[in-house]
């Protein structure tokens, strides 16, 4: 079965999320402070997400990524995520993290069919990568990624996103990177999720990060595998992982876009900045597996052609990127 939204794109993959509590306070993704704690029980059980998943899948979703908050520090995720990779007509499982917690759980969601991994990494120094996070520690993400690799991932994907006179002085480094280490690495554009005046002056557009490596090496296109996602990906000759670009904001892969959004506490969005969602707690609470389908359906043939956070007059939506799971 597939299914199509009325712009014509056929959307196959789910991003879910399991939890919106984080161990770690990246600045451009959550305050500081004042994050309230959810009521028990606004969250939904893994039951509810696993029946959310087995809808999406029959109705033609075929990648689910587990996000959040920090997927790993929700109890019990590995249990859940054995009883999602079995669920037939799901081709493709996988899970972004902000690695703290790899060095333990690698091995478990390797056993428990999580087939690739995205780990966050957004500085290779430790005082840099501390301030971003507001405390984390580099060198265990470091061990998160070696302990990936040892249990049987591939090289994971890592997620950077680029912030003018933040960490725009490592973009060099991170294409050093990828000449003995086996990952791709993916400039993101910071995308404005902290109401925040002025979040202008962090955007560094794709474009200006893709010259900068330019002008120290030469770059060949890369061909994209199946769910590679939405990144235009690069190779420095003979290195041995990849370079790729996501042009969140300024770029256009909203003509690609092949995503809906869940939620922990049950919010279905067809676009990451539309004020647009639907609520799916009724559906599930009792569970109705028809009207939640109608609803999923619903999500998929509203979604906007585009965002619209380069226009005139956009009007900066209050939510942190932990809720919806970037
Ligand atoms: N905690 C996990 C992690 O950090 O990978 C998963 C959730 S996090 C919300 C998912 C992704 O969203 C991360 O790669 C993060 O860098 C990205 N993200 C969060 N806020 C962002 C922002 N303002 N602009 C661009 N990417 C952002
Ligand atoms: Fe946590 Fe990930 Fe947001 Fe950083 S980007 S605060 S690790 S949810
Ligand atoms: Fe898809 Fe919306 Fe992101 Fe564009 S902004 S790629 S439509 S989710």
Same mark, same amino acid.
Request: charged content about 25%; glycine content about 10%.
């Given at each position: 079965?597939?299914?199509?939204?009325?712009?014509?794109?056929?959307?196959?993959?789910?991003?879910?999320?399991?939890?919106?509590?984080?161990? /770690?306070? *990246?600045?451009?993704? /959550?305050?500081? %402070?004042?994050?309230?704690?959810?009521?028990?029980?606004?969250?939904?059980?893994?039951?509810?997400?696993?029946?959310?998943?087995?809808?999406?899948?029959?109705?033609?979703?075929?990648?689910?990524?587990?996000?959040?908050?920090?997927?790993?520090?929700?109890?019990?995720?590995?249990?859940?995520?054995?009883?999602?990779?079995?669920?037939?007509?799901?081709?493709?499982?996988?899970?972004?993290?902000?690695?703290?917690?790899? %060095?333990?759980?690698?091995?478990? +969601?390797?056993?428990?069919?999580?087939?690739?991994?995205?780990?966050?990494?957004?500085?290779?120094?430790?005082?840099?990568?501390?301030?971003?996070?507001?405390?984390?520690?580099?060198?265990?993400? +470091?061990?998160?990624?070696?302990?990936?690799?040892?249990?049987?991932?591939?090289?994971?994907?890592?997620? *950077?996103?680029? /912030?003018?006179?933040?960490?725009?002085?490592?973009?060099?480094?991170?294409?050093?990177?990828?000449?003995?280490?086996?990952?791709?690495?993916?400039?993101?554009?910071? /995308?404005?999720?902290?109401?925040?005046?002025?979040?202008?002056?962090?955007?560094?557009?794709?474009?200006?990060?893709?010259?900068?490596?330019?002008?120290?090496?030469?770059?060949?296109?890369?061909?994209?595998?199946?769910?590679?996602?939405?990144?235009?990906?690069?190779?420095?000759?003979?290195?041995?992982?990849?370079?790729?670009?996501?042009?969140?904001?300024?770029?256009?892969?909203?003509?690609?876009?092949?995503?809906?959004?869940?939620?922990?506490?049950?919010?279905?969005?067809?676009? +990451?900045?539309?004020?647009?969602?639907?609520?799916?707690?009724?559906?599930?609470?009792?569970?109705?597996?028809?009207?939640?389908?109608?609803?999923?359906?619903?999500?998929?043939?509203?979604?906007?052609?585009?965002?619209?956070?380069?226009?005139?007059?956009?009007?900066?939506?209050?939510?942190?990127?932990?809720?919806?799971?970037?």
């Amino acid at each position: 079965m597939e299914l199509t939204d009325s712009h014509g794109r056929n959307i196959n993959y789910l991003r879910l999320s399991v939890t919106d509590r984080c161990n /770690m306070r *990246c600045f451009y993704c /959550m305050p500081e %402070e004042g994050i309230t704690k959810r009521e028990h029980g606004t969250i939904l059980s893994y039951e509810e997400l696993l029946l959310i998943s087995e809808t999406a899948i029959g109705l033609g979703i075929e990648k689910i990524r587990i996000t959040g908050g920090e997927p790993l520090v929700r109890t019990g995720i590995v249990g859940f995520l054995e009883r999602l990779a079995r669920i037939p007509g799901l081709r493709h499982l996988a899970l972004t993290t902000n690695g703290l917690l790899l %060095e333990q759980l690698a091995d478990a +969601l390797h056993q428990a069919g999580v087939q690739r991994l995205n780990v966050s990494l957004d500085s290779l120094k430790p005082q840099t990568f501390s301030d971003i996070t507001r405390g984390g520690d580099l060198k265990r993400v +470091l061990g998160g990624l070696d302990a990936a690799e040892r249990a049987g991932f591939p090289p994971p994907k890592i997620n *950077c996103v680029i /912030m003018r006179g933040v960490n725009d002085n490592e973009i060099l480094d991170f294409a050093d990177m990828t000449l003995s280490h086996g990952n791709s690495i993916r400039f993101i554009e910071y /995308m404005p999720a902290i109401k925040e005046d002025g979040w202008q002056r962090y955007c560094i557009p794709g474009s200006e990060i893709l010259e900068r490596i330019a002008g120290r090496y030469t770059l060949e296109q890369v061909d994209k595998g199946p769910f590679s996602g939405p990144s235009r990906d690069f190779r420095i000759p003979g290195a041995r992982g990849s370079i790729g670009i996501i042009t969140a904001v300024s770029g256009h892969f909203c003509s690609e876009c092949n995503r809906i959004r869940v939620t922990s506490t049950g919010q279905a969005k067809g676009c +990451l900045f539309s004020d647009e969602k639907t609520d799916l707690v009724p559906y599930l609470r009792p569970p109705d597996r028809e009207r939640l389908a109608e609803a999923l359906r619903g999500i998929v043939s509203s979604k906007p052609e585009r965002h619209s956070i380069t226009g005139e007059g956009y009007a900066h939506k209050n939510f942190t990127m932990s809720q919806i799971g970037g």
